[in-house]
């Protein structure tokens, strides 16, 4: 099965310094999604819009700032349009613009999951960018 389109590949071996530096990092496909099919994280009684996700990790807006720090850990669930909603746990890895990047290290997304979201943001959003 070939790779989601929209999503990032893992970094090869970078040639240079300057190249490492700059190079993605990122062990797993990442989706992004548009602002009208944004999936929602449920924390407690707050839902929060996801900006991306990966198999291994959640990349959320929120606002006001929280009283969070890196390092800290995260659990609640996660629902996708069109899809079962599915219960994560992540700790956070940065909080920056608004934005909270959850790595989930014992939850996963399946890959299935990703891949149905991408087929239908392929059909449905033809002209979004990469």
């Not at 996708?80 to 934005?99: A, L, Y």
């Amino acid at each position: 099965m070939p790779a989601p389109s929209d999503l990032a590949l893992p970094d090869q071996a970078a040639p240079s310094a300057e190249a490492s530096a700059t190079a993605e990092r990122r062990e797993s496909y990442r989706l992004h999604f548009p602002y009208a099919e944004r999936p929602r994280l449920l924390i407690g009684s707050r839902d929060y819009e996801v900006v991306d996700c990966s198999t291994h990790g959640v990349r959320y807006i929120i606002t006001p700032l929280p009283t969070l720090a890196p390092g800290d850990w995260i659990q609640g669930s996660l629902k996708f349009r069109r899809q079962p909603q599915m219960s994560i746990r992540g700790s956070i890895v940065r909080i920056q613009d608004g934005e909270i990047a959850l790595y989930m290290p014992d939850s996963e997304i399946p890959f299935s999951t990703l891949w149905s979201q991408e087929r239908y943001l392929l059909t449905h959003y033809p002209m979004r960018k990469k």
